[in-house]
């Protein structure tokens, strides 16, 4: 997405965290601010985890949704006055993020979060390998599918077919979310779209995580750690990626963000105590290799 300079610009208490965080974040290497992003995203997840005993998957996803919405929204102020082909990419990106966040944490509620990110990342690969002749192409959606029969196998440690099936349709919605996110990117100079988007995706899965968590999304506690979740799944990683981008290729940035699953499984391990199967763990690889593969030879006019 490219940000051109334009009249409005971010104003309030949140201005700091529009334009600072360039300044905070320069003296880091961009390698390293794709990684802490990635972590960011990974510890978020895990904590929004701990909270569905107490406000379910949908109230967390709610949660997330509404308070990242509210940042973005208090930092761009955007005009609610656009055209109808703008209207219509913003509520398509919008529900497509809901459902997206929605598919994923409910499936986190069923398998571990490694299984989850692994399964999920089919979707952006798929697009990437999609329309495709080369036999090197091939390669990486053989890997990647022996990777999912891996994850799908039975025995010790079985998986939910369901929890596997849900984070299959996060995949897909991911995939849609790239291609509405480029249109965004086209129809709105600035993060006046995103936030427009990220208040419709807020306003879509409210209702259905009050119902789901009742009184228990009003606890302070709840609150507290869904702000949190909501910085460190959105905000912080959201910032960081965007100042790595003006400094690296896209495909480095691909491979590097190829590391996803291998960091999901790592924080689930450390941080929920989800201890994965030998086999798990090479279906992982399977599908780190696939993804860094996929990107990293990627032809010259996609990079």
């Not at 919008?94 to 979060?113: Q, S």
């Not at 089919?122 to 329309?131: F, M, N, Q, S, Y």
């Not at 929890?163 to 006046?192: E, N, Q, V």
């Amino acid at each position: 997405m490219v940000f051109a300079q334009v009249e409005r610009t971010p104003r309030g208490p949140l201005v700091w965290l529009a334009t600072a965080t360039p300044r905070l974040t320069g003296a880091i290497p961009p390698t390293a601010q794709v990684l802490l992003g990635i972590v960011s995203v990974q510890i978020g997840a895990a904590l929004a985890k701990h909270l569905f005993a107490s406000a379910g998957a949908t109230g967390v996803v709610a949660l997330r949704l509404v308070f990242a919405a509210a940042v973005l929204l208090l930092i761009w102020r955007p005009s609610l006055r656009v055209d109808r082909r703008t209207l219509a990419v913003v509520v398509g990106y919008g529900v497509v993020l809901a459902a997206m966040n929605t598919l994923f944490y409910l499936a986190l509620d069923r398998i571990p979060l490694g299984v989850a990110v692994t399964v999920e990342f089919l979707g952006p690969l798929t697009l990437a390998l999609a329309g495709s002749r080369r036999w090197l192409d091939a390669l990486w959606a053989l890997l990647a599918g022996a990777g999912v029969v891996l994850l799908a196998r039975g025995g010790e440690g079985d998986v939910s077919v369901v929890g596997l099936l849900l984070a299959l349709g996060a995949g897909l919605c991911w995939a849609g979310y790239i291609l509405l996110g480029a249109a965004l990117g086209r129809a709105s100079a600035d993060g006046t779209g995103l936030a427009l988007a990220m208040g419709v995706a807020g306003l879509v899965v409210l209702p259905i995580g009050a119902l789901d968590a009742g009184a228990g999304l009003l606890s302070p506690t709840v609150l507290l750690v869904g702000l949190g979740v909501a910085l460190m799944s959105s905000v912080i990683p959201y910032s960081l990626e965007l100042e790595a981008l003006r400094k690296i290729p896209p495909r480095v940035f691909g491979v590097l963000m190829s590391l996803e699953p291998a960091v999901a499984a790592i924080a689930g391990l450390v941080v929920l105590r989800e201890a994965l199967a030998p086999y798990q763990w090479v279906a992982i690889c399977c599908v780190v290799a696939a993804s860094a593969g996929a990107t990293r030879y990627a032809r010259s006019s996609d990079a």
